[in-house]
């Protein structure tokens, strides 16, 4: 499924997002920049050593932010490294800390005159954050940045399994009927 905003098109799709060949791929990192298993272990194991030896240069990154290093062996030229929030109970600025996680690689992207970005579901993993709320929040950022988007045209979902993309899909249904 795909919707365009102001020119951008922003779509979902399931997929393996080492695969992708977007500008920039992003990475459900933790703030150690330290690697881990999921998407994370995914992304290092099919970019090689060369992005860890970045990550460990920029040291940390705060919950809610985004660094970038470049891809390594990915087809994609850049990784974008977002700290999604650890989800405890709704109550402790999740879905603000969530929605900077999206903001902030997004800005990244576009700052560096990227043309294409691909987002994992964010802190939806080990993170815990129910994965309905978290993709609200994530595609009301897209379509929001969307709006006023410099140099980007594509912002990518890409879901792991048939359920987590029926889901996107729903969120982006809503997201641009409001
Ligand atoms: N392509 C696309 N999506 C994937 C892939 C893949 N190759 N592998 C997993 N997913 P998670 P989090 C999905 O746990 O919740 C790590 O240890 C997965 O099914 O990767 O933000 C980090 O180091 C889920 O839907 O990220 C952190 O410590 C989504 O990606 C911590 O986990 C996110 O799951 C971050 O946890």
Redesign the pocket.
């Known amino acids: 499924m795909k919707i365009i905003v102001n020119g951008v098109t922003i779509e979902c799709r399931r997929?393996?997002?080492?695969l992708e060949d977007t500008d920039a791929v992003v990475n459900?990192?933790?703030s150690r920049l330290?690697?881990?298993?999921?998407?994370?272990?995914?992304i290092h194991r099919a970019g090689g050593p060369a992005i860890m030896e970045e990550c460990r240069k920029i040291g940390s990154c705060p919950t809610g932010r985004a660094v970038i290093t470049g891809g390594g062996r990915l087809k994609a030229r850049y990784v974008i490294h977002a700290v999604?929030p650890v989800y405890r109970d709704g109550a402790h600025k999740e879905a603000e800390l969530l929605a900077g996680a999206y903001l902030n690689s997004l800005k990244l992207a576009d700052e560096k005159g990227l043309a294409s970005i691909a987002f994992?579901?964010?802190?939806?993993?080990?993170?815990?954050?129910p994965?309905a709320e978290a993709s609200e929040v994530a595609v009301k950022t897209a379509v929001e940045f969307a709006k006023s988007a410099a140099k980007l045209r594509l912002i990518r979902f890409?879901?792991?399994?048939d359920s987590?993309l029926k889901t996107y899909e729903r969120a982006l249904k809503r997201a641009v009927a409001e």
């Not at 997929?15 to 080492?18: H, M, P, V, Y």
């Not at 330290?34 to 995914?42: C, F, I, L, P, W």
Request: hydrophobic letters at 35%.
């Open positions: 997929a393996d997002i080492t459900a990192a933790n330290a690697g881990g298993g999921g998407v994370d272990g995914d999604g994992p579901s964010i802190s939806t993993g080990a993170y815990g954050y994965v890409v879901l792991f399994s987590d």
